[in-house]
């Protein structure tokens, strides 16, 4: 996925693949976070990250957390089978019932007409390079 969105492989560490794994199982051990997987034919063609956020004002205001779909990937000869959607489904379902208020994700080119159609809208979320 990262190849293919154009990111470059040198920001990675050189244990990335053990860091990675190890951040999502804390997130799965502390109910923070899940890690969804699409299957055809016994291999795992696309996946899905769900993040529970918090922000600051939810240690004095009564502010539900909002959550986070990250990675979502299928690979290139599984798309457009319905497997976006569903990785997609399961990991709002999973958000709401953990008590997320909204559901945020940033969208690419080729993923934005999906997440419109199942009533994701742009929001107002601007961002600084510093």
């Not at 004002?57 to 299928?74: D, E, T």
């Not at 399961?90 to 997440?115: F, K, M, T």
Request: hydrophobic share 40%.
């Amino acid at each position: 996925m990262r190849r293919e969105v154009g990111w470059d492989d040198a920001e990675l560490e050189a244990d990335w693949e053990a860091r990675f794994a190890a951040s999502y199982e804390q997130g799965a051990r502390d109910g923070s976070s899940a890690y969804f997987i699409a299957e055809a034919g016994g291999a795992i063609v696309g996946s899905a990250v769900a993040l529970i956020k918090r922000s600051m004002s939810q240690s004095y205001a009564r502010v539900k957390p909002y959550g986070y779909l990250a990675n979502v990937y299928v690979e290139r000869s599984h798309r457009r089978a319905g497997a976006g959607r569903a990785l997609t489904l399961a990991a709002i379902e999973w958000l709401r019932s953990r008590g997320c208020a909204v559901v945020r994700l940033q969208a690419s080119s080729e993923g934005r007409p999906l997440y419109e159609s199942m009533g994701f809208v742009s929001s107002g979320e601007m961002e600084l390079t510093l």
